[in-house]
């Protein structure tokens, strides 16, 4: 089994329920088994149309057979389920599900690109995987290094 990081955010409708029932949903997964859940973070929307509600972050460690590609296939299924729209780029959701980082894999397509291409830039992705795994190298370096380069994103655990 592969190790995988999945960023977990919402900030419509319920977002504490709906980051909840997604969690389920990894957790049964077919071929994976869920490790371990960041604490939660309250954060301001990066990116997108001004003036969105802020978001509720976390992290989910799996271990999991499923390929990338199907991995996000099942994470999209899941933002579905849970009324996920994909109208406007970096805008409000109900659920957003994103493969940060999959065990030896990096990839290009157009549908998938890993590791995350902008994990590195922004503070609710870094602080979670930090929580999980202090000693975690992404693209090469210190999450510490990356999390402290990223220092003024409002960002604060609940």
Request: no cysteine.
């Given at each position: 089994m592969k190790q995988v990081y999945i960023?977990?955010?919402?900030?419509?409708?319920?977002?504490?329920?709906?980051l909840h029932q997604a969690?389920?949903?990894?957790?049964?997964?077919?071929?994976?088994?869920?490790?371990?859940?960041?604490?939660?973070?309250?954060?301001?929307?990066?990116?997108?149309?001004?003036?969105?509600?802020?978001?509720?972050n976390a992290v989910c460690s799996l271990q999991t057979d499923l390929s990338p590609e199907h991995l996000l296939t099942a994470l999209q299924a899941i933002e579905s389920e849970a009324g996920r729209e994909r109208t406007i780029r970096w805008g409000p959701r109900t659920l957003d599900l994103d493969i940060i980082w999959y065990e030896q894999v990096e990839l290009a397509t157009s549908r998938l690109t890993l590791p995350h291409p902008r994990a590195h830039?922004?503070?609710?992705?870094?602080?979670?995987?930090?929580?999980?795994?202090?000693?975690?190298?992404?693209?090469?370096?210190?999450?510490?290094?990356w999390r402290d380069a990223v220092d003024g994103q409002n960002i604060q655990q609940v």
């Open positions: 960023g977990l955010g919402s900030n419509l409708g319920v977002p504490a329920t709906q969690i389920d949903r990894l957790a049964a997964l077919p071929d994976s088994q869920k490790l371990s859940l960041s604490p939660w973070y309250k954060t301001s929307a990066v990116g997108g149309p001004p003036d969105q509600p802020d978001y509720l830039l922004r503070a609710f992705v870094l602080q979670p995987l930090l929580d999980l795994n202090a000693d975690f190298l992404l693209h090469d370096m210190a999450l510490q290094a």
